[in-house]
Nanobody, 116 residues
Framework: QVQLVESGGGLVQPGGSLTLTCAAS????????MAWYRQAPGKQRELVAY???????TYADSVKGRFTISRNNAYNRLYLQMSSLKPEDTAVYYC??????????WGQGTQVTVSS
């Protein structure tokens, strides 16, 4: 079992920055990939970025050049640095961990609102 807790969300003005943190606990040694997803009102949940155990990284086109995903070596902290935020980035952001068993784990989400 893996437990995930997100933090760092909030209200930010367009063009501003915010950093999200995901704290992982439990069987973190079983994780081979961690990711950030987001879900805006009335829309499906979408992948924002992921980082694999070999540190390969993939970003959604909509956030390339503005967001940076990173993790610590112990795989118990995942970060998402967000800059040049736009109103369309407004969503609930979820931390996700994929175990080698293919089991998915999710956090409870943290709200990010970009508005003036």
């Amino acid at each position: 079992q893996v437990q995930l807790v997100e933090s760092g969300g909030g209200l930010v003005q367009p063009g501003g920055s915010l950093t999200l943190t995901c704290a992982a606990s439990g069987s973190t040694a079983s994780i081979w990939r961690m990711a950030w997803y987001r879900q805006a009102p009335g829309k499906q949940r979408e992948l924002v970025a992921y980082i694999s155990i070999d540190r390969s990284i993939t970003y959604a086109d909509s956030v390339k050049g503005r967001f940076t995903i990173s993790r610590n070596n112990a795989y118990n902290r995942l970060y998402l640095q967000m800059s040049s935020l736009k109103p369309e980035d407004t969503a609930v952001y979820y931390c996700n961990a994929l175990a080698r068993s293919s089991r998915d784990y999710w956090g409870q989400g943290t709200q990010v609102t970009v508005s003036s």
